[in-house]
Nanobody, 126 residues
Framework: QVQLVESGGGLVQAGGSLRLSCTAS????????MGWFRQAPGKERQFLAT????????TYAASVKGRFTISRDNAKNTVYLQMNSLKPEDTAVYYC???????????????????WGQGTLVTVSS
């Protein structure tokens, strides 16, 4: 099983950009679909994006498509979330996750097999 550690969160002004990273320890990173979620105060956790184990296939939530880009580097056991044109409503704790397929990642809020990171806070000021 993998363990996940996110980094790259912080404070940014509206319109700015951030790149989040999530590094996995453990074996067979490329066997996992990886995803990014976020949870704002008082709200449910929200799916953002997922990428297949090979990195070829991606799926995005409509709310971030065109602004956020998910990618992975299997040689570095790392998945990234490039966030552009940030808005105050993007303020949240961002989590990465590993699961067996992008199908489950984008359709299920959680699964028995899913592994979560500890989260990293992104604050977008107006």
């Amino acid at each position: 099983q993998v363990q996940l550690v996110e980094s790259g969160g912080g404070l940014v002004q509206a319109g700015g950009s951030l790149r989040l990273s999530c590094t996995a320890s453990g074996r067979a990173f490329s066997n996992y679909a990886m995803g990014w979620f976020r949870q704002a105060p008082g709200k449910e956790r929200q799916f953002l994006a997922t990428v297949s184990g090979s990195g070829v296939t991606t799926t995005y939530a409509a709310s971030v498509k065109g602004r956020f880009t998910i990618s992975r580097d299997n040689a570095k056991n790392t998945v990234y979330l490039q966030m552009n044109s940030l808005k105050p409503e993007d303020t949240a704790v961002y989590y990465c996750a590993a699961d067996s397929s992008i199908f489950f990642m984008s359709r299920e809020s959680n699964t028995a097999a899913r592994v979560w990171g500890q989260g990293t806070l992104v604050t977008v000021s107006s």
